[in-house]
């Protein structure tokens, strides 16, 4: 059985004193009290079974993720376009798919968030607080929720698009490995040996390419480790249609392929 584990991360990116730091900062912080043994503790071993059929099948089978929410209403509430739980979506999303032993279409994860004990505790309760609070605050309700609806339905659709690159480039014969925890702290996707892959979407509110977005790529936060790590970025543009799984196409996976191999 092919598994990733924390261990396996901390091994390969945290072995310089800067991601050391980083590391001990994220586990002693008080807001990681819960969310540090649960994604320590986590082991990627799904992923590693699901075939082009499986991922395309969810992609078929899915409810629409936005459901009627338009951007203009979508990104209305500043208090949650950028909102984040303790918990990273990256971490939710990899601990449902080991729960359930799937896949999860967006009424599969919405079920998990909200009926599941460490879905809730992960994302079901902070979303209902965060809403709670600002329909207090005098926020429409129906503004708030449509916020949280394509706030929480983007981070799903983002999952759906690095899940099917990780198949799509297994398929082509790399060893891809992939772990939340390399994702949410170290801003890896995917890697294979000591080659890190990052999948980024050309966003209209940003500038496109390496100090792109509001995040620290992984080239910077990675850069002290030695031996060197290779890095490589699939960048595809954003998307033109609503509602649907937007992925890299063949040719950017073919080409990520063989740059990765020449690395």
């Known amino acids: 059985m092919i598994e990733t584990t924390a261990a396996d991360v901390l091994e390969l990116f945290c072995s310089s004193a800067r991601t050391k730091r980083q590391f001990e900062d ?145 398929l082509r014969g790399l060893d891809l490995r992939v772990h939340p925890l390399a994702d949410a702290l170290f801003r890896v996707d995917a890697w294979t040996g000591r080659k890190a892959l990052s999948l980024r979407v050309g966003n209209r509110k940003f500038r496109q390419g390496l100090n792109a977005g509001r995040k620290t790529p992984a080239e910077q936060l990675l850069a002290d480790i030695l031996p060197p790590l290779r890095f490589d970025t699939i960048e595809i543009d954003a998307a033109t249609k609503f509602g649907v799984v937007h992925v890299p196409t063949a040719v950017h996976l073919d080409d990520a392929a063989a740059r990765l191999r020449s690395l």
């Open 26 to 170: 994220w586990r002693n912080d008080s807001r990681r009290a819960e969310v540090a043994p649960m994604v320590l503790a986590h082991h990627t071993r799904v992923l590693y079974r699901l075939s082009e059929d499986d991922v395309q099948d969810v992609c078929r089978r899915t409810e629409h993720a936005l459901g009627e929410v338009k951007r203009d209403v979508g990104e209305s509430v500043a208090q949650i376009v950028d909102w984040h739980p303790d918990f990273a979506f990256a971490h939710t999303f990899h601990i449902c798919v080991e729960r359930i032993g799937a896949l999860p279409t967006y009424q599969q994860f919405r079920e998990f968030a909200l009926d599941d004990t460490d879905g809730q505790k992960m994302l079901g309760h902070p979303a209902k607080e965060v809403i709670r609070r600002l329909v207090d605050a005098g926020f429409p309700q129906d503004k708030v929720r449509a916020a949280m609806r394509w706030r929480v339905g983007n981070a799903y659709y983002g999952f759906l698009r690095e899940v099917y690159t990780v198949v799509q480039l297994r």
